[in-house]
């Protein structure tokens, strides 16, 4: 069982930077690959980014080269940095684990059998 805090969102002005955590509980969190995803009002969940047990990052085109997913195995807690926030960045952001995917599976929710409860981000224009 893996439980997942997310914390760090709030509201920043457009091109502004944002780092959100998600903390995790569990012995085998090493061996998960952790995942960023967000949901906007009236809109389906979508990817933005994930690391992989061995370290291996994806990102969804939209925020390639803006944001930057991390990890802190010893702390359990893996890090979302976003600079140069833009309004349509504005969501719910979820903190998800995977026992197993590859590949482009990874951007899916369906491998991702842990979920946080979110965390708001809001950028101004």
């Known amino acids: 069982q893996v439980q997942l805090v997310e914390s760090g969102g709030g509201l920043v002005q457009a091109g502004g930077s944002l780092r959100l955590s998600c903390a995790a509980s569990g012995r085998t969190f090493s061996s998960y690959t952790m995942g960023w995803f967000r949901q906007a009002p009236g809109k389906e969940r979508e990817f933005v980014a994930a690391?992989?047990?061995?370290?291996?990052?994806s990102y969804t085109d939209s925020v390639n080269g803006r944001f930057t997913i991390s990890r802190d195995i010893a702390k359990k807690t893996v890090f979302l940095q976003m600079n140069s926030l833009k309004p349509e960045d504005t969501a719910d952001y979820y903190c998800?684990?995977?026992?197993?995917?590859?590949?482009?599976?990874?951007?899916?929710?369906?491998?991702?059998?842990?979920w946080g409860q979110g965390t708001q981000v809001t950028v101004s224009s």
């Open positions: 690391i992989s047990w061995s370290g291996s990052t």
């Open positions: 998800a684990a995977a026992g197993y995917c590859t590949g482009a599976g990874c951007s899916r929710t369906s491998p991702y059998d842990y």
